[in-house]
């Protein structure tokens, strides 16, 4: 029979991968995904632990999970409740203390043992299962191939982990060490999510362009390693692959292979998430961030030599322990000089067992506030003139879903915007040429481009 699985996914791009690879993995033992947690008879919550904010949605959702289990456990049924993720890693002792109905505790790099643990669960009555170890053998090795159909893009992750260890972030102790997949599974998978349609794939890694992973055995590779830009030479070669993104990207591991790719494979698109975090030198060196804002000034300069057009996103991080008017000064300065198509900001939030919340010099709430208002309305100023320079041009969009309204579809330019057009629906998968009429804070409109509409496969 049937069994109903419900996934809910917090945080990253790489968190929504891991969750279709648990329903992957929960699919051949009868589990079908369901839309809502009630009447399922399994409920995982995949999730984030990067910000607090973050961290107390997971435990604010685990009090409507609970009333759903009681419900199915009065209509004589049986709901298993698996919080997965890096607040299963960091905080599984505060689950079992605050949600002690909480049958399967997994951490993210143990979700390989997802049918393990629920048989095991199923097996324990009210016993929980946890499993938040950091195992010897890759996950991947134990992951079925990718098997519900990808949508026009996909995402695949090809690294995780992190070992630069700033000094503000969790990553590195709920993720756990660096590690590369090697490139031929990398190119296996890709291929496997061609086959199914995806037009579009986006490499995802913590620190994706730190990535090393072994050579395929024909890979011509002096190290037995290939480097981001090697992998992505070869991924282009995939007929039927159009673009190729990835993220999220370190300053530090800019490399010229990966440079070199930006100005020679056009699969490649010119859109590059580089967090920089801030741009005072000092905070810089008290993240532990291995880079200065001139350093940074300059991967970029390269980028943007290889490709003139490169539109960049950052991330950012405002009052960080002991940060000044100057230093913030200095991020305002920063985001001036480079010229930002989008960008995310945040509070600094101190995570528990990290270097810098342990710091005396913390910068107090209302500080904070009034600095991200003011970053966050340099950076929309910045991206509503990006968008609106893009009025009047003529854009190829890879059409990906229908719209909100009647004959309209959504899709994505080169530069990650999304980009509203009436268009049929069979023209979804396709790159279409569009004339750029309206932009918005954070999309575009335009008409199909008359002339050239038929030819839209030849515009990427
Ligand atoms: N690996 C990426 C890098 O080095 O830029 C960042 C990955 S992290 C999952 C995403 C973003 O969350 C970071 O770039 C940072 O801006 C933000 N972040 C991480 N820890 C934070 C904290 N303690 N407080 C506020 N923001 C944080
Ligand atoms: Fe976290 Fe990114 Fe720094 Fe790694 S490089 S510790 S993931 S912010």
Sequence with gaps: MT??????????????????????LMAPLGYAAAATA????????????????????????LGSIRRLKRQRQREGGRMLVAVAG?????????????????????????????PELVARADLAGEGRVLDTSFPAEPKFDYLPETGAAPGVTAFLTIQEGCDKFCTFCVVPYTRGAEYSRPAADII???????AGGAREITLLGQNVNAYHGAAPPDGQSGSGEWRLGELVRALAGLPGLARIRYTTSHPRDVDDGLVAAHREV???????????????????????RRHTADQYKATVERLRG?????????DFIVGFPGETEQDFQATLDLVSAIGYAQAFSFKYSPRPGTPAASAENQVPEPVKTERLTVLQASLQQQQRAFNANCIGRVLPILFEKPGRHQGQ?????PYSQAVHANAPADRIGEIVPVMIRAAQPNSLAGDIAGAAAGDGERAA
């Design 3 to 24: 069994k109903r699985l419900f996934i809910k996914t917090y945080g990253c791009q790489m968190n929504v991968y891991d969750s279709a690879r648990m329903a992957d």
């Design 38 to 61: 009630e009447g399922a008879d399994l409920v995982i919550l995949n999730t984030c632990h990067i910000r607090e904010k973050a961290a107390e949605k997971v435990f604010s959702e």
């Design 86 to 114: 890096c607040v299963a890693q960091a905080e599984g002792e505060e689950i079992q203390r605050r949600a002690p109905f909480v049958d399967i505790l997994v951490g993210p790099q143990a979700y390989h043992r997802l």
């Design 188 to 194: 296996a998978e890709a291929s496997c999510l061609v």
């Design 266 to 288: 056009p699969q490649l698109m010119p859109f590059l998430h580089l967090p920089v975090q801030s741009g005072s030198d000092r905070v810089l060196g008290a993240m532990n």
């Design 306 to 314: 290889a490709r003139p057009d490169l539109a960049l996103s950052s």
């Design 409 to 413: 579809l959504v899709g994505r330019s």
